[in-house]
């Protein structure tokens, strides 16, 4: 027999739900975060299906190794494609949603720079959906690509923190936070060279507790990737430590 008091209950608060979403989107209209676009008649809080369908769209063949896309019978093997096997990636393979450009550069700008923490829900969905399922099961802890504390301290959060702990909660997945330190409070990269970059990053990251990642396979997390000389330089830091492989996950692969 069905419980009648049951239902009428999840009915009612079915409703009051409803209601209360839809006074919301009157007081406070729901907008999506990449193109403005009213949300108004979508389930989804924070981006619209058509933006969303653009980025998952927008996947092309990469170079597992450092994510570049791949132009027609150009190969990629373990050692990387013709933009990267002479570059000496310390990291093994590289997973990415999509290249920094669109609706996902415009929902990076906003979560990173406009300080849309709320964002980081449909960017850790986006990110979850684009890692392999087999390199999953090889990973034993995840580590945030960190910032200095002083720039953490004038930014209010660490994004690649945020997305790591997303993930871990999503995957039940260990993760390992403030153990992978960056000790030199580098300026920022967006307008240096590769070599400029490369010193800019030399000695930038210790670890604190090396026995964490002994033989370790580590999954690296980062917001967008342009040489890869900062997340490399990452790798070659937990390999010291005595980790076993990295692989690095983040949103968006750009060009210098």
């Avoid at 924070?46 to 791949?70: M, P, T």
């Avoid at 507790?209 to 980062?222: A, I, Q, S, Y």
């Avoid at 790798?235 to 750009?254: C, D, Q």
């Amino acid at each position: 027999m069905p419980d009648l008091h049951q239902e009428n209950k999840v009915f009612i608060l079915t409703a009051i739900h409803n209601i209360f979403l839809g006074l919301l989107d009157i007081l406070y209209p729901r907008h999506c975060f990449a193109c403005d676009r009213s949300l108004h008649e979508e389930e989804n809080s924070y981006i619209c299906e058509n933006c969303l369908e653009k980025i998952k769209e927008s996947e092309v063949r990469r170079c597992a190794k450092c994510g570049f896309g791949l132009g027609p019978g150009t190969i990629s093997s373990d050692k990387g494609c013709p933009e990267c096997e002479n570059t000496n990636l310390r990291f093994e393979k590289s997973f990415f949603v999509s290249d920094n450009k669109g609706p996902l550069k415009n929902l990076i700008h906003q979560f990173k720079y406009h300080k849309h923490v709320c964002l980081i829900k449909p960017l850790g969905d986006l990110l979850i959906g684009f890692l392999q399922q087999d390199i999953i099961t090889e990973i034993d802890v995840v580590v945030p690509v960190p910032l200095h504390w002083k720039k953490k301290k004038e930014r209010g959060f660490n994004q690649s923190e945020l997305m790591a702990k997303k993930i871990c909660k999503k995957l039940s997945l260990p993760i390992s936070i403030n153990n992978l330190r960056r000790v030199k409070n580098t300026s920022s990269q967006t307008l240096l060279s590769r070599l400029q970059r490369q010193k800019n990053v030399n000695g930038a990251f210790k670890v604190k507790n090396p026995e964490t990642f002994l033989k370790k396979n580590v999954l690296l997390v980062d917001d967008v990737l342009t040489t890869g000389i900062t997340a490399s330089e990452c790798a070659r830091t937990l390999k010291n430590a005595g980790a076993k492989e990295v692989y690095l996950l983040a949103l968006a692969r750009s060009r210098l």
